[in-house]
């Protein structure tokens, strides 16, 4: 077992073409989970809070709470309960052979689950492509799959949840612990950059507004993307958020009647200029550093 793990390792270390089919294929696999974590992880934390405010009222629950994490129960149909066989989770395959319906139903099966698949396979492609055989591609994997993950949640209930932006943040620093992406020293004054400067324009327009303009997990997901990449990268990160929250935003006011005053998410717009700083990281800051 060993030799026939060191030749796959080696094949796909002399095959680049093989080496991002694999990495497409794995990335459709962890699609799947991430729709898992997507669908699942608010509704533990709400538990949690639940459970939490229960013990700080001095209530007992009446019945001991269901085990609910990401791998149990297993998933099911959210129309009638059937559960998610094997053959029906195939990434991508499966979608398409039950024709976007629950075998047992025929309830509509989200376009979101396929969605979030094919995104991951592709980017985790892009990966492979960009990176080419090596340790720090599967960082660089790690990364982007968190961000998909904390956009469909951020999407979804308006949370950047820290059990992935702190871990995100963390692993940051130790990729650059030895000059992963950057030096430990711009990794560090990124961190906090990142952080304080979103932190200073909640509370600037907080003061001015009385309202709050965002959540502190979009404080932490910048402190992570510096992070990952150094304070260099800052600027294009906020620069990019900023151009596409405003133009998405602008377009749903405009054309699918979204209210001014309804919130809009600012994680996607974040994790879009993450990902923009993993692929054309040195060309974006060349425009305003002059290197």
């Excluded at 997507?38 to 639940?50: D, G, Q, S, T, V």
């Excluded at 195939?90 to 047992?104: D, E, N, T, V, W």
């Excluded at 720090?136 to 968190?146: D, K, N």
């Amino acid at each position: 077992m060993p030799d026939v793990i060191s030749n796959f390792l080696q094949v796909l270390q002399d095959s680049p073409a093989f080496f991002i089919a694999v990495s497409a294929l794995l990335g459709l696999l962890v699609g799947s989970f991430l729709n898992v974590v997507i669908h699942r992880l608010p509704k533990m934390m709400e538990a949690e809070w639940r459970l939490n405010c229960q013990s700080l009222d001095g209530q007992t629950p009446s019945e001991p709470p269901k085990k609910f994490n990401l791998l149990t129960p297993r998933s099911s149909c959210p129309h009638c309960g059937h559960a998610i066989t094997a053959i029906e989770n195939i990434p991508l395959i499966s979608y398409l052979g039950l024709r976007g319906k629950c075998r047992a139903c025929k309830a509509p099966i989200s376009l979101r689950y396929p969605a979030v698949e094919l995104l991951t396979g592709i980017l985790t492609a892009l990966v492979s492509w960009k990176l080419g055989y090596g340790g720090m591609t599967v960082f660089a994997w790690l990364f982007v799959f968190a961000l998909i993950a904390l956009t469909f949640i951020d999407l979804d209930t308006q949370l950047l949840p820290d059990d992935i932006t702190l871990p995100l943040l963390w692993l940051g620093l130790l990729v650059n612990l030895y000059g992963g992406f950057t030096d430990l020293s711009s990794a560090v004054t990124g961190a906090a950059a990142g952080y304080l400067i979103l932190w200073s324009i909640y509370w600037l327009f907080k003061l001015i507004t009385g309202k709050e303009g965002m959540g502190y997990g979009d404080f932490k997901l910048l402190a992570a993307i510096g992070a990952w990449f150094g304070w260099q990268m800052l600027p294009a990160v906020i620069l990019l958020s900023s151009l596409a929250g405003s133009v998405i935003g602008i377009g749903l006011i405009l054309f699918a009647r979204h209210g001014r005053s309804t919130p809009i998410p600012f994680g996607p717009y974040l994790a879009l200029g993450g990902i923009a700083a993993l692929f054309f990281g040195p060309t974006l800051a060349s425009f305003y550093l002059g290197s």
